[in-house]
């Protein structure tokens, strides 16, 4: 296959990414200059080298020195509120939450969605590490919202949760809540605004 075609199916495999627009991708990056192309090479390389999946809420960050902890700076953060847990299904998810100013707790980032037919959901996403987390800290965390958005597969990935999640916290205090009204059907939440944001959050239940 020449460069072209190939870059081009590279492109495709982008999420939300077709055939058309990945070949305009390609014919963007043979008008670009050198530099351009040299960044965004470098860059691209030095992505799996410099950027690691937290241990304990499983979102990618940057190191700030190599020796580093494991977890993110979100998750070592003793200012925030380690009472509360939220479950998102992405890091852009999680990225919006935290543009928005209005949550202070911490997060566990599940990597996807489930299909409504998928065979065998407790191997998908990051199910059993949220269960150990749960399980480990059910005498910390008092509540567990789960922001899922408001799309078939995202609102049947959000029954599983609280399904697998129901039997650990029985005999506990351990609350789990959904984020309320607001956010409209369909809406992702990456693509929601601050205020949309914080009333969803406000009025979970
Ligand atoms: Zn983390």
């Given at each position: 296959m020449d460069p072209i075609n190939r870059l081009a199916a590279l492109f495709a495999e982008f999420p939300g990414i077709g055939g058309r627009?990945?070949?305009?991708?390609?014919?963007?990056?043979?008008k670009r200059d050198k530099a351009y192309i040299n960044e965004l090479v470098k860059?691209?390389?030095s992505l799996q080298s410099s950027v690691f999946e937290c241990t304990r809420c499983h979102r990618y960050f940057m190191k700030k020195y190599?020796?580093?902890p494991e977890e993110c700076f979100i998750c070592i953060d003793t200012s925030r509120d380690?009472?509360?847990l939220m479950v998102v299904e992405k890091d852009s998810d999680l990225e919006a939450v935290e543009r928005s100013g209005t949550y202070k707790g911490l997060y566990f980032v599940l990597g996807g969605t489930l299909t409504i037919l998928e065979k065998d959901p407790s191997r998908k996403l990051?199910?059993?590490?949220?269960?150990d987390l749960v399980s480990q800290e059910k005498?910390?965390?008092?509540?567990?919202i789960i922001a899922c958005a408001v799309t078939p597969e995202s609102e049947h990935t959000s029954?599983?949760?609280?399904?697998m999640l129901l039997p650990l916290i029985h005999e506990t205090n351990t609350k789990i809540t959904h984020l309320g009204r607001g956010l409209s059907t369909g809406t992702e939440l990456e693509y929601s605004d601050a205020d949309t944001?914080?009333?969803?959050?406000?009025?979970r239940k």
């Open positions: 627009q990945s070949k305009r991708f390609v014919f963007h990056l043979i860059l691209i390389q190599p020796d580093a380690h009472h509360t990051r199910f059993n590490a949220l269960l005498d910390t965390i008092e509540e567990v029954e599983y949760v609280e399904s944001l914080r009333y969803a959050l406000e009025g």
